[in-house]
């Protein structure tokens, strides 16, 4: 269900920081359809679909699907985030300012927003991606932010740390940026990675765009020059305007 007693979002809001939630077995293939708005996550939690393989959980359209708060840090495991909305930033997840996340095996399917139709990554916030899925997302909603807005990924603000390994990025569509925007990350780093047919509507990255690397000074505890590192991955079928 939505909500109440034993519902995803009434496990998160009763959960205590650090804990873990899962799901019953007969969850598997079968999808959480979210229809009061997302699921934010203001607590230190992790999310682990394993026991029900191929659960989804559903913005419907209506909302977009995880909202991780300032300062806290999240892992999604083996769950599929699909078909998240808003007019604001990631229609699949958005994270805040200093914020952590984890994807594992986590399918970000068919979602759609105006800042990283997929995901959005905040300012010297964290994002690792292992073994994960992005395809179909769209970040072209509104051209509000088409300079720096991508289909599956926006880290848009400096200073973030952006990691992907083993993840495939298929059929999203972005103004710069098909798959993903990076600006000014202190560690941005693809590796065994696959980009197929993404699209950008403006001038930039088919694939990838990406705007340089952190600059050097900034209080932020982590010191010096950024670092993009690309290897080991596939690019095929992306192209831009």
Do not use: C, W
Not at 39 to 47: E, R
């Amino acid at each position: 269900a939505d909500s109440g007693i034993g519902s995803l979002r009434g496990a998160i809001a009763t959960a205590k920081n650090g804990d873990t939630i899962q799901f019953s077995t007969k969850l598997a293939n079968k999808t959480i359809t979210l229809k009061t708005g997302q699921l934010v996550l203001t607590k230190n939690l992790t999310i682990d679909g394993g026991k029900a393989p191929g659960l989804k959980v559903s913005g419907n359209q209506k909302s977009r699907v995880f909202y991780l708060d300032r300062k806290k840090t999240a892992t999604i495991r083996n769950l599929t985030i699909a078909d998240g909305k808003t007019k604001g930033a990631g229609g699949g997840i958005d994270t805040r300012h200093e914020s952590t996340i984890t994807l594992d095996n986590v399918k970000v399917h068919n979602n759609t927003s105006e800042l990283g139709g997929g995901m959005r990554v905040g300012h010297l916030a964290k994002a690792t991606i292992l073994n994960s899925r992005f395809k179909g997302n769209d970040g072209t909603l509104t051209n509000k932010h088409a300079g720096v807005s991508a289909g599956a990924i926006s880290h848009n603000e400096s200073r973030g740390q952006l990691v992907i390994k083993g993840t495939t990025f298929e059929n999203n569509t972005g103004f710069n940026g098909g798959a993903i925007y990076s600006f000014s990350g202190v560690t941005f780093s693809v590796e065994d990675s696959a980009f197929r047919n993404n699209v950008a509507k403006k001038e930039g990255g088919g694939a990838i765009f990406t705007d340089g690397g952190s600059s050097k000074g900034y209080d932020s505890g982590l010191a010096g020059e950024g670092k993009i590192t690309i290897r080991s991955s596939e690019f095929k079928g992306n192209r831009a305007h």
